[in-house]
C-alpha cells in the first residue's frame, strides 16, 4: 500500500488549491480514503473522509462548505479541492486510507491504517 500525496504550495488568502494522492496497491472502491493536516504545534487531525464504496463524506466544521474531497477510482486518485483558503489552514497536508471497514466519519476521527507523505500548504499574503 503506497499513497503519494501532492499539489500543495503557497497561496493566498481567499485562492484555492488542488491537493491529489496517488495510491497504489488496493483499489478505490471499498476503504474510506481521506485528508488530515497538522499544523505547527497541533494535533494532527482529520479534515475530509470518503467512504469510496457508497461515496458518503464527511468534513471537519472548520472546512465545511470550502472543501471538497472526491475520488477516480480510474486513475487510483483521490483529491482535495480546497477553497476560499485561510491563513489557519496553513498545515502539511496528509492523506491516509483504512483498509478495513470504517466509515469516513470513523476514518476523520480515529485516523487511518496507512499514511502517505505529506505536502505543505501555506496560506498568506
Known amino acids: 500500500v503506497q499513497l503519494q500525496a501532492s499539489g500543495g504550495g503557497l497561496v493566498q488568502p481567499g485562492g484555492s488549491l488542488r491537493l491529489s494522492c496517488a495510491v497504489t496497491g488496493f483499489t478505490l472502491n471499498r476503504p474510506a480514503i481521506g485528508w488530515f493536516r497538522q499544523a505547527p504545534g497541533k494535533e494532527r487531525e482529520g479534515v475530509s473522509c470518503?467512504?469510496?464504496?457508497?461515496?458518503?463524506?464527511h468534513y471537519s466544521d472548520s472546512v465545511k462548505g470550502r472543501f471538497t474531497v472526491s475520488a477516480d477510482a480510474a486513475k487510483s486518485t483521490v483529491y482535495l479541492q480546497m477553497d476560499n483558503l485561510r491563513p489557519e489552514d496553513t498545515a502539511v497536508y496528509y492523506c491516509g486510507v483504512d483498509l478495513g471497514h470504517s466509515s469516513s466519519y470513523e476514518l476523520c476521527k480515529r485516523g487511518p491504517s496507512d499514511w502517505g507523505q505529506g505536502t505543505l500548504v501555506t496560506v498568506s499574503s
Open positions: 470518503l467512504s469510496t464504496w457508497n461515496d458518503i463524506t
